[in-house]
């Protein structure tokens, strides 16, 4: 698919690998608009990319609803939807202070998974309305966002490893049911990645992460995530797969 002047939504834009992907499409020509609860850092991205901004929560419907219409209303139908925003609630099962509250786990797959399918239902409806392009008839690419942790969770990750085994899980599904209207759906499962929840940790607990990874031996800098973004766009072909960014890491138990 063509980058220069489509529509591309990015949810978690305001940060991040989110960010990062904003700023790549943006320079690439596209039309980019970042949906984000964090409305202020969004709008400084925004306005230095000179894309839109909206306050929206990815678990609610009607924001989710009225970003898009706001958005196909201000700059026309999105072609690409990233879905990059997400949580992590770290905890035992069973811990040090009893049992993992089941709001945690709750809240973890509101947020990862319903925000997810929240946000893809409506970007996939617009889109089928789109123009079909090129010899294939394609109207529109959707990226997920899982994680390493939804094939190798750690101990305490039970709650966002299942979040993120079901974004996975939903890939090829999303993908059958799109494929008659020319709308792709694959997914991105980061390792470490070098964004702001890792950036308040001590010199020696990155230096440890970054030796986990066999190569290159480093966390992954978000601007990857984003040219694995930009190539899934431009390749039709790839389509209802997952593709691991993680320097071959396999996590281990804890």
Do not use: W
């Amino acid at each position: 698919m063509k980058i220069n002047q489509s529509v591309v939504v990015i949810s978690g834009g305001a940060s991040g690998m989110g960010e990062a992907t904003a700023r790549t499409l943006s320079k690439l020509g596209a039309k980019v608009a970042i949906l984000d609860r964090e409305i202020n850092k969004a709008n400084i991205i925004a306005t230095d990319i000179g894309g839109l901004a909206f306050a929206c929560d990815v678990t609610k419907e009607d924001q989710v609803k009225h970003a898009i219409d706001e958005i196909i209303n201000a700059i026309g139908i999105p072609r690409a939807c990233i879905n990059c925003a997400g949580i992590i609630i770290s905890k035992r099962m069973i811990g040090k202070d009893g049992l993992m509250p089941l709001a945690d786990f709750q809240k973890t797959l509101e947020v990862n998974v319903m925000g997810t399918f929240n946000l893809m239902r409506f970007a996939a409806n617009a889109m089928i309305t789109n123009d079909p392009r090129g010899n294939s008839g394609e109207r529109g690419v959707i990226i997920n966002t899982a994680s390493i942790a939804a094939f190798e969770g750690q101990i305490g990750q039970v709650a966002y490893s299942a979040s993120k085994g079901a974004i996975v899980s939903m890939t090829l599904p999303a993908a059958r049911e799109l494929a008659q209207f020319g709308v792709r759906v694959m997914t991105i499962a980061p390792g470490l990645v070098d964004t702001p929840m890792f950036a308040n940790l001590p010199q020696a607990a990155r230096d440890a992460l970054a030796a986990a990874v066999p190569f290159p031996k480093r966390l992954a800098d978000p601007y990857e995530y984003a040219k694995l973004a930009v190539h899934i766009i431009k390749n039709e072909m790839l389509n209802g797969e997952v593709i691991r960014l993680d320097g071959a890491l396999r996590m281990q138990p804890k």
